[in-house]
C-alpha cells in the first residue's frame, strides 16, 4: 500500500429496512492523504472482503461531485466536514493519522435504510413528479431565442437549478426538512418566464407532496445551506413560502 | 378539508402561523414593555398605574386582548404541534452529531426556549393578570399593580425567574425575530441588513428592559 | 467491398437534404387507440433514455423504463460538463446544418453514416428549442439571449451551455419530464434496476429480464419494443470519467442475443483529465474542453524540467498544439489533442511526479481577461496586479467550479500553477449496430445514444454527446419506432410466461449462483482492475499488432480465471452491489476480448483508434479509404468467436481528405 495514515472507522452496519443496525468498528493502515473517501471505503471493503466479510454498501456513481449519489454523515456531518463538496470529492487529506470516523446514513423517516450506508431517496422524485416540470411535450417549443431572459433571472435560475438532490439537506437538517431541495425545484422553474403557467399548481402540489412524504417544517436554522454541496440558498426557501402562500390564496383550485 | 385549513395545516403553513403570532406577540412586547417602563419614572407608580387602567379597561384594548390571548395559544400549540411532526420526520437519531458546524444552537432550540417562555408566562401571569382579571371580574375593581410588583419582587428567587425568562426571551427572539421574515417570504438583499439589525437590537432591548424591571424594585432603585 | 447481405442501414433514398423530413413523412403511424396497447421498455435514463421515454409516453405509448441508479437523475449524462452543440448560427459567424454534418463527419475521420450525421445536424436546433421550453437554464448574454462558445475541431461558436454542468442541467430537464409522465403513470419507472437480458421470441425482441437491486429478484418484463439507452462502455479500461457504475451488461447481453456490435474499438481519449495520482485510484475526472478555449497547453522545451510551472519563462516553453496545428491551435479534436499529448510525455518532456502530464495554463487568458475589463471601465493605467485580479475573476466566473474541483482534487491551486491534465478514456463511439431507425439486428431491439455506434465516427467533437442523446431520444426515435410498431398492433399483450421468458430468467439466474458458488480468492474489483491495465497499455492511446495479439490471450487468461477464482460476498436475495459488479466485470471482460480483435482487424489509424504501424511521418494517424471504409458489425457465434459484417460507408455528399487542423 501507499499511504502512511491509520484510520479507526466506526461505520453503521444494517442489512435492511426491517432490522435494527449498529456499529463496527474497523481499522485501516495505510491511507494514502490523496485517497478521496471513497477511494478509503473501497479499500476498507477490499480489506472486508479478504477477511471474508460482507463489504460495506455505500451509494457513489460518478465520484466528481454532481450525480448525487454519495450520501455519508461523517463525523456529525453530511459530505463531511469540508463546505461544498459531497462525500466523493472529500479527501484524505482532510483527516489527519490516527483519527476515528463515524459514518452513518441520511436519517429521516422519508429516507429508509436500504443497507448499510444505502438509504431510499424515491421521496425526492415523487415531490419531482407532483409538479417539478414545464409540461412541455417534444415538439411544442418555440425559437429558443424568441424568449429573452435576463441574465440575472436566468443565473438565479441556474443557482437553484444545481441542486444535484443528493439529500444533504434533509441529512442535515434537524427537522429532517426537504424544503432547501423543494424550494430549490420551485424557485429555479418560478423565476423563468417558461414557469410561469404552472407557477401556482406547482407550488401547491410539490409542497402538497412533500409534505405527505414525512419531511419535517423548517426552522431556518440555515443548517441545510451551510452543508449542501452545491451551496444552494436560503433565499429558495423564502421564495417557495412565498410561491406557496400567494398561490394557496390566489389560485383558484379550492 | 377546505384550502383554508388545507394551507394553515401545511408545513409552511404552520410556518406561516408561527410567523404571523410571532410578530404579533412581538408587537405585544413593544406595548407591555413601554408601559411597564414607565415605573422607570421612579413616581410611585402613578404613570405606571394610569396606563394600566387605560389597558385594563379600555374596550378596544380588551377585545384585542382576547386576540393576544389566542395569539398566544396559537404560538403555542402550532409550536407544539410542529415539535412533535419535526421529531417524527427523524425517529432514529445519528449518534455523533456536530451540529454547531453549521446552525447556531438558539435556532435548534426554538422549542426548548418557546418551553422555557410557557413556563414563566405560566408563573407571570399568576402573579399579575390572573389575579388582576379575576378580581375585575368578581369585584368590577382593579388591582394595585404597582404595588403588587413591588411585593412580588422583594423574593430573589422570583426575580431571578423573571430574569431568567427574559434571557430565554432573548434567544427566542434573536433566531425567531428573523426567521418570521424568512417565513413569510422576505428574504431580499436589499432588506436583509435591516431586518438583521433591528431584530438583534429588539432582541436585546426588550428583554433588557423587562429583565432591568425586577431587578430595579429588588435594590430598591425604584420604589 | 460491398455491404454484408444481413446488414441494412435503411437509410431513405434521395438527397441528403431532405431524407429525414421525406421520412417524417411517410413513416408508417400508429394511432392513438392502439399506442395504449403497445408497450415499450426503456433501459437507462441519461439524455437519451430520459427523453425517449418521455416523449413515447406522451404520444401515448406503455412506457416502462428502468435505471440501476436510485433515481433516473443520476444518470452519468449529468456528468456531462463544456455544452451541447446545435446549428443554430445565433453568431452569425457562419453556422449551418451541412457545416455541423461536415464538421462531424470529419471530426469522425470519415468513419460514420451520412444519413444519421445528417439528420442529428437538423434537429440539433429543435433540442435547444425543446430544453429552453422545460426550463434548461443555459447561459445567457446580457440582452437576455442564449450564448455560446468554442469547442474542439470547429472553427464557429455552436456550443450552448450551463456554466461547466450543461449535461446536469440539461439531464435534469430531461428528468423533470419523465418524472412528469411517471406522475401521470405513462411512464412506470424501476430505479434500482439492472437488465441482466433480453427476451427473444420468433426472432424479435419481446422483453427484459431485470433483477431488482434491492431485493436481489429477478423479474420479467414484456414489450412490443426495447430501447437501450445504456451508455458506453467506456469502464471497460477501469479507470475512465465514465460514472463507477457505468457497464455494458444491457448492450452486452443484447449483442450475444443477436445486436452485431459495431466498431467496438473506436474509444475516445480525452485529452483533459486530472492525472492519476496513485494506485488506490478509483476514477479519473474530466477537465472539460471548454477550458481549452482559453487555456494553452504546454510542456517544458527541456527534458526533465521539475520547475513549478509558474516558474518556466515563457521562451523555454513548448505550446506544441500551437506549433504544430496553427489553424485549429489548443483546440483541435480530442484524438489529436490526447496523442499529442502522449507522444510528448513519452519523449521525456511530461511534468508532474509521475512524468505523465502536460500544463494547461491560463495565464495568458487572465492578462488578456484583466486587460478587456481595464478596458471595459475605461482604465488606462491599471497596475499589472489589478489587470490579475481582474482576469482571475473572469476566468471565475467561466470556469470557478472546474477550477475548484480541480483544487479539491489535487490540492493544488490552479490559479496560482498551471494545472496538470493527461488524456483519460471518456467516451465510446462503437456500440450496437444501428440502422437509420435505430434499430439494431434484432427486430423491436433498438439502441440510442452512447449506447448505438452511429454518429461519431471514429471520433467524437466536444459537445456532440449531450446532442446525440437529445437527438436519439426526442426527436429520432418518437418517428423511427412507428415503422416497426405499426405492424405490431395486431400482436396483442405478451405474455410474460411465454417460455422463452422462463428460459432466459432460468439463464440468468443460473449464471448469478454460478458467479455466487465459485468463492475464490480474488474480488470482482481486482479483475477489474486487470482488465482495464491490458486494456490501457495494448489498446488504449496507441495500439500496435503484437500487443493486441498478446492482450487477447491475456483477457482469454483472465477470463477463465475470473469464473474458477471470482469472490463474490453475500447472496443474491439481497442488496449486494458486489454481486453486480461480478455481473458487469464478467461482460466487461468479454467486451474487451471484442475491442482487441476489432483493434487487430482494422488496420489503418483513424480517429480515435491509432495504430502505430499506420501513421505519417510527422505522426499523424494514416487513414485507409481503400480498405477500411466500412463499418465492423461484429456478430457474435460463441465463446471466442465472432463474425465480422462490413456495413460500407458511402459519401455522396463529402469530399474525402486527410484531416487536417494544421
Known amino acids: 500500500m501507499e499511504g502512511n495514515m491509520s484510520l479507526s472507522l466506526k461505520v453503521w452496519r444494517q442489512s435492511n429496512k426491517e432490522t435494527a443496525g449498529g456499529f463496527e468498528n474497523y481499522k485501516l493502515d495505510s491511507v494514502s492523504p490523496d485517497m478521496s473517501f471513497l477511494e478509503m471505503f473501497d479499500v476498507l471493503n477490499e480489506q472486508l472482503i479478504e477477511e471474508g466479510k460482507e463489504p460495506v454498501a455505500f451509494d457513489h456513481d460518478c465520484r466528481e461531485g454532481i450525480c448525487g449519489s454519495c450520501s455519508m454523515y461523517i463525523n456529525g456531518r453530511p459530505h463531511g466536514p469540508l463546505r461544498g463538496v459531497t462525500v466523493c470529492q472529500l479527501h484524505m487529506r482532510s483527516f489527519n493519522d490516527g483519527d476515528t470516523i463515524v459514518v452513518e446514513p441520511w436519517r429521516a423517516q422519508a429516507f429508509p435504510v436500504i443497507k448499510d450506508l444505502v438509504v431510499d431517496r424515491d421521496a425526492f422524485d415523487r415531490v419531482v413528479s407532483a409538479g417539478g416540470f414545464i409540461s412541455v411535450n417534444t415538439g411544442n417549443a418555440q425559437d429558443a431565442n424568441s424568449l429573452p431572459i435576463p441574465k440575472e433571472a436566468a443565473d438565479d435560475a441556474f443557482s437553484a437549478a444545481a441542486c444535484i438532490g443528493c439529500g444533504a439537506c434533509v441529512a442535515a437538517c434537524k427537522n429532517a426538512s426537504a424544503m432547501l431541495f423543494v424550494s430549490a425545484k420551485i424557485s429555479q422553474l418560478a423565476l423563468l418566464p417558461q414557469g410561469q403557467a404552472e407557477r401556482s399548481i406547482r407550488a401547491e402540489k410539490m409542497v402538497a407532496q412533500m409534505d405527505a412524504e414525512g419531511f419535517g417544517a423548517c426552522t431556518n436554522t440555515g443548517a441545510c445551506s451551510a452543508e449542501c454541496p452545491k451551496e444552494i440558498s436560503m433565499e429558495n426557501i423564502a421564495r417557495m413560502n412565498r410561491e406557496y402562500i400567494g398561490a394557496k390564496f390566489s389560485s383558484s383550485a379550492v | ?223 | 467491398m460491398a455491404t454484408s447481405s444481413r446488414l441494412d442501414a435503411k437509410v431513405p433514398q434521395g438527397p441528403l437534404e431532405t431524407k429525414w423530413s421525406k421520412y417524417r413523412s411517410s413513416v408508417p403511424l400508429v394511432n392513438p387507440a392502439n399506442k395504449r396497447n403497445l408497450d415499450i421498455i426503456v433501459v437507462g435514463t441519461g439524455l437519451a433514455g430520459a427523453s425517449a421515454a418521455a416523449t413515447l409516453a406522451e404520444l401515448g405509448y406503455a412506457v416502462k423504463a428502468f435505471c440501476f441508479q436510485d433515481s433516473p437523475r443520476r444518470a452519468h449524462s449529468i456528468a456531462a460538463q463544456g455544452g451541447i452543440n446545435a446549428a443554430k448560427n445565433y453568431q452569425n459567424d457562419g453556422d449551418s446544418v451541412y457545416r455541423l454534418f461536415y464538421d462531424t463527419i470529419k471530426g469522425g475521420d470519415y468513419r460514420s453514416r451520412e444519413g444519421n450525421v445528417h439528420r442529428l445536424a437538423e434537429v440539433s436546433g429543435s433540442i435547444i428549442d425543446q430544453c429552453v421550453a422545460a426550463g434548461v437554464p443555459f447561459a445567457r448574454e446580457y440582452g437576455g439571449l442564449l450564448s455560446n462558445r468554442s469547442f474542439g475541431g470547429t472553427q464557429v461558436q455552436r456550443t450552448f451551455y450551463a456554466a461547466g454542468q450543461t449535461g446536469q442541467q440539461l439531464l435534469l430537464g430531461a428528468y423533470s419530464g419523465l418524472q412528469r409522465q411517471v406522475g401521470m403513470g405513462t411512464v412506470k419507472m424501476y430505479n434500482r434496476h439492472e437488465m441482466l437480458d433480453i427476451v427473444n421470441i420468433d426472432g424479435k425482441c419481446r422483453g427484459i429480464i431485470a433483477r431488482n437491486l434491492v431485493t436481489g429478484e429477478l423479474e420479467r418484463h414484456a414489450a412490443h419494443a426495447v430501447l437501450l439507452c445504456s451508455g458506453g462502455y467506456g469502464n471497460v479500461f477501469y479507470l475512465s470519467t465514465n460514472a463507477m457504475g457505468s457497464n455494458v451488461t444491457a448492450a452486452w447481453k443484447a449483442h450475444k442475443r443477436g445486436a452485431f456490435f459495431g466498431n467496438p474499438c473506436f474509444t475516445q481519449i480525452h485529452p483533459t483529465c486530472i492525472p492519476v495520482s496513485g494506485e488506490h485510484q478509483s476514477k479519473l475526472t474530466l477537465m472539460s474542453e471548454s477550458l481549452r478555449n482559453d487555456g494553452r497547453i504546454w510542456v517544458p522545451k527541456a527534458k526533465n524540467d521539475t520547475r513549478p510551472g509558474n516558474e518556466i519563462p515563457e521562451e523555454e516553453r513548448d505550446y506544441y498544439l500551437e506549433r504544430r496545428y496553427p489553424a485549429f491551435g489548443n483546440l483541435v479534436p480530442r484524438d489529436i489533442a490526447s496523442r499529442a499529448a502522449k507522444e510528448r510525455c513519452d519523449a521525456g518532456y511530461g511534468v508532474g511526479s509521475s512524468k505523465l502530464a502536460v500544463f494547461l495554463d491560463f495565464a495568458a487568458a487572465v492578462e488578456r481577461y484583466g486587460k478587456a475589463e481595464a478596458n471595459k471601465n475605461n482604465i488606462h493605467n491599471a497596475s499589472d496586479s489589478d489587470i490579475i485580479a481582474w482576469g482571475k475573476a473572469v476566468v471565475k466566473e467561466k470556469y470557478g467550479n472546474l477550477f475548484d474541483m480541480y483544487k479539491q482534487i489535487t490540492g493544488e491551486d490552479p490559479y496560482q500553477v498551471p494545472m496538470r491534465i493527461y488524456p483519460a478514456v471518456h467516451y465510446t463511439m462503437g456500440g450496437l449496430w444501428v440502422d437509420y431507425n435505430l434499430m439494431t439486428t434484432v427486430p423491436g431491439l433498438y439502441a440510442l445514444g452512447e449506447a448505438n455506434f452511429s454518429d461519431h465516427g471514429a471520433n467524437r467533437l466536444g459537445a456532440s454527446a449531450l446532442m446525440q442523446g437529445l437527438a436519439d431520444g426526442y426527436f429520432v426515435i418518437p418517428y423511427t419506432i412507428g415503422s416497426y410498431l405499426s405492424n405490431e398492433i395486431r400482436t396483442g399483450k405478451i405474455s410474460t410466461e411465454h417460455e422463452a421468458f422462463v428460459k432466459t430468467e432460468q439463464e440468468v439466474r443460473e449464471r448469478i449462483e454460478k458467479l455466487l458458488k465459485i468463492q475464490g480468492k480474488t474480488s470482482p474489483e481486482v479483475f477489474h482492475r486487470r482488465l482495464g491495465k491490458i486494456m490501457w497499455d495494448k489498446c488504449g492511446m496507441a495500439r500496435n499488432e503484437q500487443g493486441l495479439k498478446e492482450a487477447i490471450i491475456e483477457i482469454r487468461q483472465l477470463r477463465e480465471e475470473f469464473w474458477s477464482d471470482v469472490k463474490v460476498m453475500g447472496t443474491a436475495t439481497y442488496f449486494n452491489p458486489e454481486l453486480d459488479k461480478a455481473n458487469r466485470v464478467a461482460d466487461f471482460i468479454e467486451l474487451g476480448e471484442l475491442m482487441c480483435i476489432d483493434a487487430l482487424t482494422r488496420n489503418e489509424s483513424c480517429g480515435g483508434h491509432f495504430r502505430e504501424e499506420y501513421q505519417t511521418e510527422e505522426g499523424e494517424a494514416m487513414r485507409d479509404d481503400e480498405n477500411f471504409m466500412f463499418v465492423s458489425a461484429w456478430e457474435h457465434k460463441g465463446p471466442e468467436e465472432w463474425e465480422l459484417h462490413k456495413e460500407e460507408l458511402i459519401y455522396e455528399n463529402i469530399k474525402i481528405a486527410q484531416r487536417s487542423y494544421k
Not at chain 2, 404597582?146 to 426575580?159: E, G, S, T
Open chain 2, 1 to 223: 378539508m377546505s384550502w383554508f385549513s388545507q394551507t394553515l395545516t401545511s408545513s409552511i403553513g404552520k410556518k406561516l402561523l408561527m410567523a404571523l403570532t410571532g410578530l404579533f406577540l412581538i408587537s405585544f412586547l413593544v406595548i407591555h414593555a413601554t408601559i411597564n417602563a414607565m415605573i422607570f419614572y421612579n413616581d410611585g407608580g402613578e404613570t405606571f398605574t394610569h396606563w394600566g387602567h387605560f389597558m385594563g379597561t379600555n374596550p378596544i384594548i380588551r377585545t384585542l386582548e382576547i386576540v393576544l390571548v389566542a395569539g398566544f395559544l396559537i404560538h403555542i400549540a402550532d409550536g407544539l404541534i410542529l415539535w412533535k411532526n419535526n421529531r417524527e420526520a427523524r425517529p432514529i437519531g445519528y449518534a455523533v452529531n456536530n451540529r454547531s458546524a453549521n446552525s447556531t444552537w438558539y435556532s435548534r432550540s426554538m422549542g426548548l426556549l418557546g418551553t422555557l417562555l410557557l413556563i414563566f408566562l405560566v408563573i407571570h401571569t399568576a402573579h399579575f393578570w390572573i389575579p388582576n382579571r379575576s378580581n375585575q371580574f368578581a369585584t368590577g375593581e382593579e388591582l394595585n399593580l404597582y404595588q403588587m410588583m413591588l411585593d412580588i419582587f422583594q423574593n430573589i428567587w422570583v426575580v431571578l425567574i423573571y430574569v431568567g425568562g427574559c434571557i430565554s426571551l432573548f434567544w427566542h427572539l434573536l433566531h425567531g425575530f428573523k426567521s418570521a421574515f424568512q417565513s413569510l417570504g422576505w428574504n431580499h438583499v436589499k432588506y436583509n441588513g435591516i431586518i438583521s439589525f433591528v431584530g438583534t437590537a429588539f432582541s436585546i432591548v426588550i428583554p433588557l428592559l423587562f429583565a432591568l424591571m425586577p431587578i430595579s424594585m429588588y435594590l430598591g432603585w425604584v420604589k
